[in-house]
């Protein structure tokens, strides 16, 4: 590297010292809306996707002892710039200081500058193996208390008679309050000894089904560290297998605006923290390795939310279950009826080989219930699962080979023999400019219950497709981001009657001319076909939906403390059985973190025009931390919030969120026991943080 790479990189690294703690807050919300804008739903709990980066910004992750593996953590780097910065620290020492990365072959000034709020360069190595007596020595303990709250009463929290509620599923039980809580000893990423407990609104607390207070508990200890015994998990736990196929618990990226994020980087073990009442395990698992082997064993038990048909009504024995229920709410008769009346036992076991450049792992799990599980057979779910239990093997990779990156995954069920596989190629052309390359085919027959591969349907199956993305930084202040995905069905799916194709396009420039400005364009065309809204009752014919997607987004950095966000985004939806439906939002965020302030405030006021619910657009929303909310915004009204965060005494943090939707021409928000009489809709959050 020339001497004046070095001061630019020095001048703009000493500039912007201050920024990072921003810096940070906007990498973990792009994780955020990258996720949920995929998956269009409101409120997802992402946890633990985004506790790593919470910790590396704690403590900053040293370049000079950094592993494979913790470098996959931060999320944010692909395995060839993985690869580069490992072969650069082996051929040429240890890194004297943060500027030499700008000298790395596949690196970039734009991913110095995302990932410098995580990261650090220091000549003292970290501990690599801790003893489990220093992790309790140098722990720390955090604990949560959070409440929230729909202010609005709907029409299911209405006070009638104990005769009507008992006979009806149109009214709750418990409250409309949102109750959680969470204690956490933890030692860097070596120990985590928690408990976590949540009631949701409209579920009993300390009374009724719900005697022993809140709803949903969670507890875990888990240990990392050790030369052979690698990791340890017991009570709730997570497991992630090659590219999520055969087993993966827990949320991952998909298709994104980030092209390259497309290979999912397994950590074996991860400690359960979340409130998903479903996609977890509960027992234990145990990792140890010897040299460049490692065996992961693990085994659950817990029970599950079911819908159960006695045959005999002498003989509950004889019972099977119709449907299995993940959403974890406990609130009508019907859904207390449901509740933990399933035991479900997994058990399997995963072995790797490990070196710097090549991963090779094969899997068995197993899963049974103690119920036959016979959903009703209709034309499109005859292929999936039926009986009590399943076994599925599976065989993953992952090579580094110069500036290439082949992945992949090769899995089978034993229940009817199917198979899904997925390969991939992550490449850079230069330090400027890196492709993606996945193909999957996942087999209709093919089914997993806890599984998380890269697709476009919500399941890994019934499905094949090829994904090509491009990055390109013509500048350090201009880049696109393009992707083009095609796929197809080859069985008939939920509400589509025949099998169908589709494809997603998505362009997005992007312009950084400064660390205060940056603007971007996004251009996103989904085709998906489904039936047609024309029936004669007999054949319904499917038909092309298509919808567009058009965003443009500025943030700017209008001083240390202040920054602003504008948004404007519209969606047009069309297809053959219906007039076009356009949907619009516009929004307005401004940001205020001073440095030397205890108090920190995030607002937004926004506008937003649908023709109906079909064109709604979802919009992420700050919140407290662990808080996740992207709203979607349909038919005609305005929306603002507050979110206020006061540090205070050095160990506490306490958040205080408001905020209120009111809708035009309308008597009434949401249907059923949801339902709420008025055009306004408000919601509220407190939640505390006490850190020792």
């Known amino acids: 590297m020339k001497w004046y790479s070095y001061i630019g990189l020095f001048v703009f690294v000493f500039l912007t010292k201050g920024l990072l703690a921003q810096e940070k807050n906007e990498i973990i919300q792009q994780r955020i809306e990258f996720i949920s804008e995929q998956l269009e739903v409101e409120s997802i709990d992402l946890t633990d996707v985004i506790d790593q980066l919470n910790f590396y910004y704690e403590h900053p992750l040293n370049l000079n002892s950094a592993t494979a593996e913790q470098l996959q953590d931060l999320s944010l780097l692909t395995d060839v710039q993985i690869n580069d910065l490992l072969l650069h620290r082996?051929?040429?020492?240890?890194?004297?200081?943060?500027?030499?990365?700008?000298?790395?072959?596949?690196?970039?000034?734009?991913?110095?500058?995302?990932?410098?709020?995580?990261?650090k360069v220091d000549d003292k190595l970290d501990q690599l193996h801790v003893s489990l007596k220093e992790?309790?020595?140098?722990?720390?303990?955090?604990?949560?208390?959070?409440?929230?709250?729909?202010?609005?009463?709907?029409?299911?929290?209405?006070?009638?008679?104990?005769?009507?509620?008992?006979?009806?599923?149109?009214?709750?039980?418990?409250?409309?309050?949102?109750?959680?809580?969470?204690?956490?000893?933890?030692?860097?990423?070596?120990?985590?000894?928690?408990?976590?407990?949540?009631?949701?609104?409209?579920?009993?607390?300390?009374?009724?089904?719900?005697?022993?207070?809140?709803d949903f508990y969670s507890a875990h200890a888990f240990y990392k560290g050790g030369k052979y015994l690698k990791s340890v998990a017991l009570g709730d736990y997570q497991v992630q297998i090659g590219q999520g196929l055969n087993l993966w618990t827990g949320y991952a990226f998909a298709k994104s605006a980030d092209v390259t994020n497309v290979k999912k980087s397994a950590n074996p073990i991860r400690p359960y923290t979340s409130v998903d009442e479903a996609r977890f395990l509960r027992g234990a698992a145990v990792q140890v390795g010897v040299k460049d082997f490692s065996l992961l064993a693990f085994g659950s038990y817990k029970q599950v939310d079911a819908s159960i048909n006695v045959l005999d009504s002498l003989s509950v024995e004889e019972a099977i279950v119709e449907s299995i229920n993940l959403g974890g709410l406990h609130r009508t008769n019907t859904e207390i009826n449901r509740r933990h009346t399933l035991n479900e036992i997994i058990a399997g076991g995963n072995l790797q080989y490990n070196t710097r450049g090549l991963q090779i792992g094969v899997a068995g799990v197993y899963q049974g219930y103690d119920r036959s599980f016979e959903k009703d057979t209709l034309p499109y779910n005859q292929f999936d699962f039926r009986g009590k239990q399943t076994v599925s093997l599976s065989a993953d990779y992952s090579w580094v080979i110069r500036n290439f990156n082949f992945f992949g995954e090769v899995s089978r069920t034993s229940y009817s023999g199917g198979f899904a596989n997925i390969h991939g190629v992550l490449f850079s052309l230069d330090r400027r400019a890196s492709m993606s390359v996945v193909y999957r085919n996942f087999a209709r027959d093919y089914q997993t219950f806890?599984?998380?591969?890269?697709?476009?349907?919500?399941?890994?199956?019934?499905?094949?497709?090829?994904?090509?993305?491009?990055?390109?930084?013509?500048?350090?202040?201009?880049?696109?981001?393009?992707?083009v995905d095609i796929f197809k069905f080859p069985w008939m799916r939920f509400q589509v009657d025949a099998p169908s194709h589709g494809h997603e396009f998505l362009f997005q420039p992007s312009y950084r001319p400064s660390r205060r400005l940056e603007v971007y364009a996004r251009f996103r065309e989904q085709k998906r076909q489904r039936n047609s809204r024309f029936s004669d009752g007999t054949i319904t014919a499917i038909e092309d939906v298509i919808q567009r997607n058009y965003r443009l987004n500025l943030s700017y950095q209008v001083s240390e403390a202040i920054r602003l966000k504008s948004r404007i985004e519209f969606v047009t939806i069309n297809r053959p059985s219906s007039e076009q439906e356009n949907g619009l939002v516009v929004s307005q965020d401004v940001i205020f973190r001073p440095k030397s302030s205890p108090i920190d405030l995030a607002l937004r006021y926004a506008l937003f025009e649908t023709d109906s619910y079909d064109a709604r657009i979802y919009t992420y929303e700050n919140n407290a931390l662990y808080v996740f909310s992207s709203p979607a915004y349909f038919y005609q009204g305005s929306r603002a919030y507050v979110l206020v965060r006061w540090t205070f005494l050095r160990k506490f943090d306490l958040w205080a969120r408001y905020g209120v939707s009111i809708f035009a021409n309308r008597d009434s928000i949401g249907s059923g026991p949801e339902e709420i009489f008025g055009n306004t809709r408000s919601d509220l959050t407190l939640q505390l943080r006490v850190k020792l």
């Not at 890194?95 to 995302?114: A, H, K, V």
């Not at 476009?456 to 981001?481: D, H, M, P, W």
């Open 90 to 119: 082996k051929l040429f020492g240890k890194f004297i200081s943060i500027y030499e990365l700008q000298g790395l072959s596949y690196w970039n000034m734009r991913i110095i500058r995302l990932i410098l709020p995580f990261v």
């Open 135 to 214: 992790a309790f020595k140098q722990g720390k303990f955090e604990a949560y208390f959070r409440y929230q709250r729909i202010l609005e009463e709907k029409s299911g929290y209405e006070d009638v008679s104990d005769s009507i509620q008992q006979n009806s599923n149109s009214y709750y039980y418990g409250n409309a309050d949102r109750y959680y809580t969470r204690l956490r000893f933890s030692y860097r990423t070596n120990l985590s000894i928690g408990v976590t407990a949540e009631k949701d609104p409209g579920e009993q607390f300390f009374r009724g089904a719900q005697k022993n207070g809140f």
């Open 450 to 483: 806890y599984n998380n591969g890269f697709a476009e349907a919500s399941r890994t199956q019934n499905e094949s497709g090829l994904y090509t993305g491009l990055k390109v930084n013509f500048t350090r202040a201009f880049s696109i981001n393009t992707y």
